[in-house]
């Protein structure tokens, strides 16, 4: 049985922070114990499995995630906080890309819906309140913004904006823009 606790936590973190050096795809108990110097046999004390450590390091990402993204959105509303939530994002993954990539981690039903997944579609949805949308609305931008963001960040972190002009932050800028005014004209629902 996985214990919990100060020496698990520290595993799990040390798996982050692994993430972030070789990709997240790449981490495994024994790829995480070669960093550790220990045995992996000694890492089951602590994870369950390859999937348990994944999953821990998901739960550790979104957590992450959610903090740096309501501190990000604190008192503010409108474009303002569109504008601060999708750079918490973007900042995050750049400064930690296999723990982002963690936060994609498909989860089962119970894990996501007691993990801090939840709070980012809150705070989203506490963002688009500064829109005139009806909740499936919300729901429809909800998505579309995720999709978004996940989708730029992932092709930015590939260098797919790398060989072009105007610079990768010229593009994020009239993106959010963009968004922006999607948002405030939103289609009435048919």
Do not use: C
């Amino acid at each position: 049985m996985a214990k919990t606790g100060p020496a698990a936590e520290r595993v799990v973190r040390a798996g982050a922070e692994l993430a972030d050096e070789i990709g997240f795809e790449q981490v495994t108990p024994s790829a995480l114990a070669r960093q550790l110097d220990v045995r992996t046999a000694s890492l089951y004390s602590h994870v369950k499995n390859a999937h348990d450590l994944k999953t821990k390091i998901a739960l550790l990402a979104l957590e992450e995630l959610a903090d740096g993204a309501a501190a990000a959105i604190a008192g503010r509303a409108g474009k303002e906080a569109l504008s601060a939530f999708a750079d918490a994002y973007r900042d995050y993954a750049r400064r930690h890309p296999g723990r982002f990539a963690a936060a994609r981690f498909r989860l089962d039903a119970e894990t996501a819906a007691a993990s801090a997944g939840v709070r980012h579609s809150q705070m989203m949805r506490a963002v688009l309140r500064g829109y005139d949308l009806t909740e499936i609305q919300q729901t429809h931008a909800v998505r579309l913004l995720g999709s978004v963001f996940s989708g730029y960040v992932g092709l930015e972190a590939a260098g797919g904006f790398s060989h072009s002009s105007p610079a990768s932050q010229e593009s994020w800028t009239e993106i959010l823009g963009a968004l922006d005014a999607l948002l405030r004209n939103w289609p009435a629902p048919s």
